[in-house]
Structure formats: structure tokens, C-alpha cells
């Protein structure tokens, strides 16, 4: 299981919407000063997510809580997102590559093919079940948060 803490940004309708902060995995080690990815780390900004997901209980705004994804479900989706565009972007170059033996139509079509591919997997993953679950509380909401 893949946890994250996060903080309840509003609860209305049975909708919990829920923020937090993305931690790159690098820079825990002792070498994170001399090494080049560990450098690159502390210079990118942290990214700051959001989500609205279902919930059967009311939590007062800025409750922290953890949450987290299955390795599995993590794995499933990150796939099907980055491997339907490339595997449809390919399968296209390679028809238009026989069809028309242009270069110029075959890159249209490799990236027409990724296009369509990052579609289809952008609707698969809308359809799929929320995997995220909520693991606990961690403590009353944060004053002046």
C-alpha cells in the first residue's frame, strides 16, 4: 500500500475533497548532496494535488488523514496511461509506414496514434473504481491551516 497524508479541504454531500503534497523519493539518503538526481529533486518545486472522492463520513476541514493505493491498482493504471499511447502510436506509424511509405504522414499518423491512445486510456481510467481509500485520521483539523 502506496500513503500519503492529506488535508480535508471541504466535506458537503458525501464528496470529500482532499490535498497534498507530492515528495519526491529522492534526497533521504546520505548521498543526496553529491548525488546529481538528488540535487535535481530539491530544485523542482513539490506538486500539490487535489481530489473529490465518495465518502460515508463527515470530516471537519483541515483534518489530516491518510490515505492510499494499492501497488497493484497503481501499477494497472500507470500502464494503460503510459503504454495505450505509445503502443496506438506505434501501431498507426507502422500502418501508415505500409500504407503510404511517406515519412512525413508516418510521424502524423505515430503521433495522431498517441493522441487517440491517451484518449482511450484517459476514458478507461475515468470509468475505473476509485482505488485511493481512506486508511485513518491522523488528528482534529489544523488551526490557522
Not at 495505450?84 to 501508415?96: E, F, H, K, R, S
Request: proline share 6%.
Amino acid at each position: 500500500m502506496i500513503e500519503a497524508v492529506a488535508r480535508v479541504e471541504a466535506c458537503d454531500a458525501g464528496q470529500l475533497t482532499l490535498s497534498w503534497t507530492s515528495q519526491s523519493a529522492c534526497g533521504h539518503c546520505q548521498q543526496s548532496d553529491e548525488c546529481g538526481t538528488g540535487i535535481v529533486a530539491k530544485a523542482l518545486v513539490p506538486k500539490q494535488n487535489r481530489l473529490t472522492m465518495p465518502s460515508s463520513r463527515d470530516y471537519p476541514v483541515g483534518t489530516l488523514i491518510r490515505v492510499g493505493i494499492g501497488e497493484q491498482d497503481l501499477l494497472t493504471i500507470s500502464a494503460a496511461i503510459y503504454l495505450l499511447p505509445l503502443l496506438t502510436g506505434i501501431l498507426l506509424a507502422v500502418l501508415a509506414q505500409l500504407a503510404w511509405n511517406s515519412e512525413g504522414l508516418t510521424i502524423l499518423s505515430a503521433l495522431a496514434g498517441g493522441g487517440v491512445g491517451f484518449l482511450f486510456a484517459r476514458r478507461w481510467a475515468e470509468r475505473q473504481p476509485r482505488p485511493l481509500v481512506i486508511l485513518g485520521e491522523l488528528g482534529p483539523p489544523i488551526e490557522g491551516a
